[in-house]
């Protein structure tokens, strides 16, 4: 069976420090990945997919970055954090054929200061 | 351009009570799917049913039921006999289907707090 891990689970960082957010996926193989921002009380706003290693979209500008070095692997970053990076980070993944149901990750946890 | 409107932000009931989520969504597509997925205090979302834009067939799963209506685009979830471990937040969403993207557009969530 398929399992989606992120890590860490919650982090708290200083602005303008750096950031790198994990995601695996477990158990198979070419899935489309993304990753999801979730603000405080709100709903989540798509920030990155992924359909194939290297191959980034970006969803909405901003200070955040994505990078894909492996199948299975989706990484998120940012060189300075800002206060409004804070937020529920949430990876998905899909398989990239026509089963289109997104399972999600236990999500990340970010608080700037 | 997809849209998601969950109206209902805030429902509280008490346990055994019958309680409907409301979904109406936007869409140009002619296939698309549409989701609901539960988030508990944990954060993470579970998934709970998709929905071919094709089926309008209403679907049982236990408590919960799901009736879809392509005539008024609407997708509501019902949980029949709540229980207090049914509070979280619900969100409703919609993809389109075929390859490439296939993002999730989601509604702006309903949080279902049922009281014992």
């Known amino acids: 069976s398929q399992t989606i891990h992120q890590w860490p689970a919650t982090l708290v960082q200083p602005v303008g420090s750096p950031l790198s957010l994990e995601c695996t996926v477990e158990g198979t193989s070419n899935p489309n990945l993304y990753w999801y921002r979730q603000a405080a009380g709100r709903g989540l706003q798509l920030l990155f997919y992924s359909v194939g290693i290297g191959q980034i979209s970006s969803e909405v500008p901003q200070n955040l970055s994505a990078s894909r070095p492996q199948d299975r692997q989706f990484i998120l970053s940012s060189k300075k954090l800002l206060l409004s990076d804070s937020g529920f980070y949430l990876c998905?993944?899909?398989?990239?054929?026509?089963?289109?149901?997104?399972?999600f990750g236990p999500g990340t946890r970010l608080t700037v200061l | 351009a997809q849209k998601v409107t969950q109206a209902q932000t805030e429902i509280s009931v008490v346990e055994k009570e019958d309680v409907t989520l409301d979904c109406v969504y936007e869409t140009r597509d002619t296939t698309y799917y549409l989701f609901w997925y539960k988030q508990p205090p944990s954060g993470e979302l579970v998934f709970l049913i998709r929905r071919n834009s094709f089926d309008e067939q209403n679907e049982i799963s236990g408590r919960y039921s799901w009736n879809f209506q392509k005539s008024t685009s609407s997708f509501n979830f019902t949980i029949t006999a709540s229980q207090v471990v049914d509070s979280a937040v619900y969100f409703c969403?919609?993809?389109?289907?075929?390859?490439?993207?296939?993002?999730?557009?989601f509604g702006s969530g309903t949080r279902l707090q049922v009281q014992p």
């Open positions: 969403a919609l993809s389109p289907k075929g390859t490439g993207r296939r993002a999730l557009t």
């Open positions: 998905a993944w899909t398989s990239g054929g026509f089963g289109d149901t997104q399972y």
